[in-house]
């Protein structure tokens, strides 16, 4: 290599740093089913307590995890409380996306993980909210299944479009789940 390209590269890389790793997690929670927005939330939740920045972008199906307990039908027209009815709302309700077995599936996983001490979705919800964790309700799902802020939990941020989902994207770890 000649001076002149030795001296060169070594310009340029007094003035390239190299890339810095993503300090911030951003998943996309577009499925409620219980084997998915169970490693969102530990996901989510872990990424805190190691120091990073963490926000779920809750979409589609992945809403109803977020629709309050004791809210069963939802909706505002005989179509959108159908697709409720479907998708029951809020994590002690969410069915396997596998091996559901009439609900007899769900209820072993939990049974595993509780021997296991792995918390239930329910309490990770909460460990989230603690932790400062951005739960975003999707403005357009929520216009599409009849959903009003009253019909999800607290402690949530304001609903929000795809256009923020996809800055919080930017400089992120990103995930769809």
């Known amino acids: 290599m000649t001076e002149d390209a030795t001296a ?18 951003t998943i996309i929670a577009w499925s409620g089913e219980l084997d998915r927005i169970w490693p969102t939330l530990i996901l989510s939740t872990t990424a805190r307590a190691c120091g990073m920045e963490a926000a779920v972008f809750f979409t589609f199906w992945g809403l109803f995890p977020l629709v309050r307990p004791e809210k069963r039908l939802t909706g505002s027209d005989w179509m959108t409380r ?3 009815l479907l998708n029951p709302g809020s994590p002690h309700r969410a069915k396997l996306s596998k091996y559901n077995f009439g609900g007899a599936g769900p209820w072993m996983l939990k049974r595993i993980a509780g021997k296991h001490k792995v918390p239930e979705p329910r309490e990770l919800l909460t460990l989230s909210q603690d932790l400062g964790v951005r739960l975003l309700p999707c403005q357009m799902t929520m216009d599409l299944m009849g959903l009003g802020r009253d019909d999800l939990i607290d402690g949530l941020e304001e609903p929000v479009g795809a256009a923020t989902a996809l800055l919080e994207m930017k400089d992120s770890i990103h995930l769809f789940i």
């Open 8 to 25: 060169l590269l070594e310009a340029i890389s007094e003035h390239t740093s190299e890339p810095e790793k993503a300090d911030k997690l």
């Open 82 to 84: 159908g697709l409720s």
